[in-house]
């Protein structure tokens, strides 16, 4: 009991401190890190100090605990800016009067009642998609492009801790490699030598956008991803940037700006979004028919497409008694929610309600889909999925007005827990830990971060203030600056039908016929610049090994190797941001 205790401890701990951290640089900077690996050494390093006998199972605990987060500084923090900056009406169970917000008035008797509300809502919506998660887990496990690389390399990390030997040398030998050639980046940095980040826009032609980062963690990453993954994010990313963004300012689709982050946002959301979410979403249906066509011919990238796995959800959902009557009840409490907070206001419920049913019967499992099949094959999630399938269905509605987009999400199941879930169990033999203490494990991470994001948020709001000199809340801005646009009807363009279209197609044929990864495709399209090169190095030395070494390699010494050079450029960038955070205090 002792150790269980202790563990407890721990994974509270490093939650709190991983929510406080996220819960900064995410309003500052639109970004979050994941402590998963250090919590991991750091939770072993303790367990092997102070007890005579621990397993894998233990040290587990810890892990889950301190990375299973639900917070909420972005939509809070985000409610808060558009009632202060942009004038926004919401509804006062979710943000406070303006008049209120003004005055940066903290109490609990007005505070309790929207944090508590969020907070039920939050934990349905989150238990709903966990229920959707455990229903399909075990047919995402089979696929065997679903690498789900940051889990892969906590399981390594794992495995490599308990084995000791030469593997354990060889991670730290790794973290120490990686470590001093990321510090030596981040420390010339101070001195204004740049051997991190490198602009080639000025001095490429007219049109160009390119730039690349010679990020240890990224490269790690690229490699750990199959190959197919990472050099088809490279080929995506040189078509895009170098053919795709000159003929767009060529043709006066876009304009042209010396800025990258300026024209780098233009393309995406004028350009490459359409497509790219149309591989995405369309090319997963399209997976799906070739699939039933070609069952027993020919396999592609998947084993089961988007109308298999929805089949297989409603079959086991209902076959199962206990999960059906939890996620009936789940579903009807949800549901009566919406129609008394009614978050599509100053429309009817019955509208609010209609949205709702679309998200829980096709809109959540979509995403999900997405999410996990992004996260499983490149370590990397976007929200960017919520644009097509709940924001764009909103605003071609002609709704104008701040609730919907800003609340209508906390009623949606939530797929964001799926991937972490599915990994953990992917790589069960390593972790050696239940689905019911996964479960258990991941609730107290989530009731401990939600509590600890709300206060920290609206303390950082109520002495710092949102949009400051010392808080100026870039993440924030983003989200309102958006939200503003759709609740304007400012917003003209971002989905075009016919390259969304195109892009599914075309995206399922390259999945079917070619080595080409349909997800390293919209990948490509949609990640910065910067980022191509890091993965596609990752993905070629990825490429070189598995043919001269065998594929065994990866296992036994290559999956070592990536772990510590990440957790080693994690360790530095999580050193570096927290040095430049406390420089602008």
């Known amino acids: 009991m002792i150790k269980y205790g202790l563990a407890l401890l721990l994974g509270i701990f490093f939650v709190i401190l991983s929510t406080i951290i996220n819960t900064y640089i995410g309003i500052n900077f639109g970004m979050g890190f994941g402590f998963g690996l250090l919590a991991l050494i750091a939770s072993f390093i303790i367990f092997k100090t102070f007890l005579k006998n621990f397993d894998r199972n233990i040290v587990s605990l810890v892990f889950i605990i301190g990375t299973s987060m639900l917070t909420i500084h972005n939509i809070l923090g985000?409610?808060?800016?558009?009632?202060?900056?942009?004038?926004?009406?919401?509804?006062?169970?979710?943000?406070?009067?303006?008049?209120?917000?003004?005055?940066?008035i903290l109490v609990p008797s007005i505070w309790v009642t929207p944090i508590l509300i969020i907070f039920v809502i939050n934990i349905m919506s989150t238990l709903l998609g966990l229920l959707y998660t455990i229903t399909l887990y075990k047919n995402f496990i089979e696929e065997e492009r679903l690498v789900f690389p940051n889990l892969a390399a906590s399981a390594t990390m794992m495995d490599a801790l308990f084995t000791g030997g030469e593997e354990v040398k060889i991670v730290f030998l790794s973290i120490l490699t990686g470590f001093t050639i990321s510090l030596v980046q981040q420390i010339l940095l101070l001195f204004k030598i740049n051997i991190y980040y490198f602009d080639l826009t000025p001095f490429l032609p007219k049109g160009i956008v390119f730039a690349f980062s010679l990020s240890i963690g990224f490269m790690a990453v690229g490699y750990i991803i199959s190959a197919s993954t990472s050099l088809s994010t490279l080929l995506s990313g040189l078509i895009t940037y170098f053919i795709i963004s000159p003929y767009s300012i060529s043709k006066g689709i876009i304009p042209y700006s010396k800025d990258i982050r300026s024209l780098y946002s233009s393309l995406v959301f004028k350009v490459t979004l359409s497509p790219a979410m149309g591989i995405l979403i369309l090319g997963g249906i399209g997976l799906s028919i070739f699939g039933l066509i070609m069952r027993g011919k020919k396999k592609h990238?998947?084993?089961?497409?988007?109308?298999?796995?929805?089949?297989?959800?409603?079959?086991?959902?209902?076959?199962?008694?206990?999960?059906?009557?939890?996620?009936?009840?789940?579903?009807?409490?949800?549901?009566?929610?919406?129609?008394?907070?009614?978050?599509?206001?100053?429309?009817?419920?019955?509208?609010?309600?209609?949205?709702?049913?679309?998200?829980?019967?096709?809109?959540?499992?979509?995403?999900?889909?997405?999410?996990?099949?992004?996260?499983?094959?490149?370590?990397?999630?976007?929200?960017?999925?919520s644009i097509v399938l709940y924001d764009i269905p909103i605003f071609l509605t002609g709704y104008r007005?701040?609730?919907?987009?800003?609340?209508?999400?906390?009623?949606?199941?939530?797929?964001?827990?799926?991937?972490?879930?599915?990994?953990?169990?992917?790589?069960?033999?390593?972790?050696?830990?239940?689905?019911?203490?996964?479960v258990g494990g991941k609730i107290v991470g989530w009731i401990v971060s939600f509590i600890v994001s709300s206060i920290t948020t609206l303390l950082l709001w109520r002495y710092r203030g949102f949009g400051t000199i010392s808080m100026p809340a870039v993440g924030l801005l983003q989200q309102a600056v958006y939200i503003n646009m759709l609740a304007k009807g400012n917003i003209s363009g971002t989905i075009d039908p016919f390259t969304f279209i195109v892009g599914?197609?075309?995206?399922?044929?390259?999945?079917?016929?070619?080595?080409?990864?349909?997800?390293?495709?919209?990948?490509?399209?949609?990640?910065?610049?910067?980022?191509v090169i890091a993965l596609g190095v990752g993905g070629i030395i990825r490429f070189l090994t598995d043919r001269k070494m065998g594929k065994e390699y990866f296992k036994k010494r290559g999956?070592?190797?990536?772990?510590?050079?990440?957790?080693?450029?994690?360790?530095?960038?999580?050193?570096?941001?927290?040095?430049?955070?406390?420089q602008n205090v």
Request: no cysteine; aromatic share 14%.
């Open 301 to 385: 990238g998947y084993k089961y497409g988007y109308i298999d796995l929805y089949y297989i959800l409603w079959r086991r959902m209902i076959g199962n008694k206990k999960v059906f009557i939890t996620m009936f009840l789940l579903t009807i409490l949800l549901g009566i929610s919406v129609y008394i907070l009614n978050p599509l206001a100053p429309l009817h419920p019955f509208y609010s309600l209609i949205f709702f049913i679309y998200s829980v019967f096709i809109g959540s499992f979509l995403e999900l889909v997405l999410l996990v099949r992004m996260i499983g094959e490149s370590g990397m999630g976007m929200g960017i999925f």
């Open 401 to 438: 007005a701040y609730s919907g987009y800003m609340t209508g999400s906390m009623f949606i199941p939530s797929s964001w827990t799926a991937p972490s879930i599915i990994g953990l169990m992917k790589y069960n033999d390593k972790f050696d830990i239940s689905l019911k203490e996964i």
């Open 504 to 531: 599914g197609v075309v995206g399922s044929i390259l999945e079917v016929a070619t080595p080409l990864s349909m997800i390293g495709i919209a990948l490509g399209m949609l990640i910065p610049p910067q980022y």
């Open 78 to 104: 985000t409610g808060i800016m558009l009632v202060e900056k942009f004038d926004a009406t919401l509804p006062e169970w979710f943000i406070p009067s303006k008049n209120i917000l003004e005055k940066r």
């Open 559 to 582: 999956m070592l190797i990536a772990t510590g050079l990440l957790t080693s450029s994690l360790l530095v960038e999580i050193i570096s941001i927290i040095i430049r955070s406390v």
